[in-house]
């Protein structure tokens, strides 16, 4: 394969396998489901919450330009139990989640499209301690994505999964006064393994292909009034390595999309929250994208329901 082949090969696989991403492979955290209290682990108990959503974007390249003819739509609901323990560790309680995600997603390139839909990654975390003092709230957590979601090699409009695992060290902080202002951020860093199934079209060649690792945060400022709660959410994502194929860096040589595919995105939207007497929590939003670099941009539009076992 000549290097204007594998240049061409090489933007459709990148560019469009999976939902959002700034790598080969959909985004296994779902950005910007974190806020309301995000270091605020709740007391010793089970909980059930459940993510549901819509998100519509358009590709943009390495410079920021859309990709002409690229772009997804993805309805998405996930599943999440947090069982929080009464031992404690470090003076902090002890705690364990799990979450399954369902999407389901259309991705369109140059007149055709496909869609699919399928469970996606699953994440675990048997770690997870939860501090609180005062007016502050924080959390430590390390998260484990499972590459149990459907992939497709060599045909990267219907990959849902990422094809690999990858490990997440998290801390969460809270804090929220007397007057009900609250200021809520989650910092992460992902580290990711080799999709060592990786083809540029259907029925070419395995290679090994390794995303970048990431820094990522979702964050919060809002106000409490009784029951309800109005504010600002969003997130910020950096890509902080680039991707490799077969060892070498994906050189901005093959086009203006790549140098490396480092992605880069900061959304932003309004967010409303609504705390029932029975300890239910209903949490609406819209986050914006900007400053799209290497990923799909758009906008996300979140309902999220946290529920006492």
């Known amino acids: 394969m000549n290097t204007k082949q594998l240049a061409a090969a090489l933007t459709l696989a990148l560019g469009l396998c999976g939902l959002a991403q700034a790598k080969e492979g959909g985004d296994q955290y779902p950005n910007g489901a974190e806020n309301w209290m995000a ?38 609901d996930a599943l999440r139990y947090v069982h ?25 390139m140059g007149g055709g499209s496909d869609t699919e839909a399928s469970l996606g990654d699953v994440t675990v975390s048997p770690f997870i301690l939860s501090w609180h003092r005062g007016n502050w709230h924080w959390a430590a957590a390390l998260d484990v994505y499972v590459p149990l979601g459907e992939y497709h090699s060599g045909e990267p409009r219907r990959s849902i999964g990422a094809n690999y695992w990858s490990f997440e060290p998290l801390f969460a902080v809270t804090y929220l006064d007397e007057q009900g202002w609250e200021a809520s951020a989650k910092f992460m860093y992902n580290f990711k393994s080799t999709n060592t199934s990786f083809s540029p079209f259907q029925g070419g060649p395995k290679m090994d292909y390794r995303s970048g690792d990431e820094f990522h ?67 609406a939003q819209w986050q914006h994208e900007t400053l799209v670099r290497n990923r799909f941009g758009g906008d996300k539009f979140w309902l999220k329901l946290i529920m006492p076992l």
């Open 39 to 76: 270091g605020a682990v709740p007391p010793p108990g089970g909980y059930f919450i459940n993510y549901a959503g819509y998100y519509s974007g358009k590709l943009r390249d390495g410079n920021g330009d859309k990709v002409p003819g690229a772009s997804v739509d993805a309805w998405f």
């Open 84 to 108: 929080v323990t009464p031992h404690q560790i470090l003076g902090g309680n002890w705690g364990w989640h799990v979450i399954a995600p369902l999407v389901h997603q259309r991705i369109r």
């Open 217 to 283: 945060m979702d964050f919060l400022l809002g106000k409490h009034f009784g029951p309800w709660g109005v504010g600002v959410s969003g997130y910020y994502v950096q890509q902080t390595t680039d991707d490799t194929l077969d060892g070498e860096t994906v050189s901005s040589a093959l086009g203006p999309w790549s140098d490396g595919r480092k992605g880069r995105v900061l959304a932003f939207g309004p967010s409303v929250n609504y705390a029932a007497k029975n300890g239910m929590q209903f949490i």
